[in-house]
């Protein structure tokens, strides 16, 4: 007898659930910071390079959700003298930016600057001799 009750009444259960869930949801929790610039990642954060030999750094603008973001960076070096930026190339299919550095002076270190959207991230690099 409880078993009828319980089957009759569950479909107005399911349609009070689901109305339930769709009033809740009415902004999308996980849509929040999506698309605005919150951090930019570089591939290393401190790095030893061998004088002149030439390297690579990558870096994304991140938004809150992890998502990268089609936004090229720039960067520079706190002492050209030590470690020049050669280029800076955007690719936009893999949203990230490729910067081409040729340490110059060896056992000495310096900061390299990468900036985008008023965010900015540091790498240290450390040039040695062969």
């Given at each position: 007898m409880r078993f009828r009750r319980f089957s009759r009444m569950a479909p107005s259960l399911g349609v009070l659930a689901l109305a339930a869930l769709g009033a809740a949801c009415e902004e999308d929790p996980t849509e929040a910071g999506s698309g605005d610039p919150a951090t930019i990642?570089?591939?290393?954060?401190?790095?030893?390079?061998?004088?002149?030999?030439p390297f690579t750094l990558t870096a994304q603008v991140l938004d809150r959700r992890f998502t990268r973001l089609p936004t090229a960076i720039e960067a520079a070096s706190a002492k050209p003298a030590v470690v020049r930026v050669d280029s800076?190339?955007?690719?936009?299919?893999?949203?990230?930016?490729?910067v081409f550095l040729t340490p110059l002076a060896a056992d000495t270190s310096t900061i390299i600057t990468f900036s985008a959207s008023g965010l900015s991230a540091t790498t240290k690099v450390v040039s040695v001799k062969q």
């Open positions: 990642v570089v591939s290393r954060s401190v790095t030893n390079q061998l004088v002149p030999v800076t190339n955007f690719f936009l299919e893999l949203r990230e930016t490729r």
